[in-house]
């Protein structure tokens, strides 16, 4: 049974950073392809970094150069680095994994999701 838990939302002002962790079991990080996807209030769930187990890395255009994307094979966790956040930025962010290829940053091509960490960025 595969399981995702999210933590490292909060709530900060614009300009400020958060560390996102997805701790995993029953799915190993290091050989499946996992990332990162959010959803604003009344908007569609987007992808917003995904992670290769080569680590090639692939981003949102709303976030390059302010996310990275990253893995600790030895606590099989996957962790999201968001800098100059905006309030753009608000929404709830989801770990998800079991990709099954075609667009890997459509939500739809992934089947195991965790249940999501808030993050709210004040202007």
């Known amino acids: 049974q595969v399981q995702l838990v999210e933590s490292g939302g909060g709530s900060v002002q614009s300009g400020g950073s958060l560390r996102l962790s997805c701790a995993a079991s029953?799915?190993?990080?290091?050989?499946?392809?996992a990332g990162w996807f959010r959803q604003a209030p009344g908007k569609e769930r987007e992808g917003v970094a995904r992670?290769?187990?080569?680590?090639?890395?692939r981003y949102a255009d709303s976030v390059k150069g302010r996310a990275t994307i990253s893995r600790d094979n030895a606590k099989n966790t996957l962790s999201l680095q968001m800098n100059n956040l905006k309030p753009e930025d608000t929404a709830m962010y989801y770990c998800?994994?079991?990709?099954?290829?075609?667009?890997?940053?459509?939500?739809?091509?992934?089947?195991?999701w965790g249940q999501g960490t808030q993050v709210t960025v004040s202007s």
């Open positions: 992670l290769t187990p080569g680590r090639d890395t």
């Open positions: 029953g799915v190993d990080f290091s050989t499946s392809l």
């Open positions: 998800a994994a079991g990709f099954s290829g075609g667009d890997s940053l459509e939500p739809s091509r992934y089947r195991y």
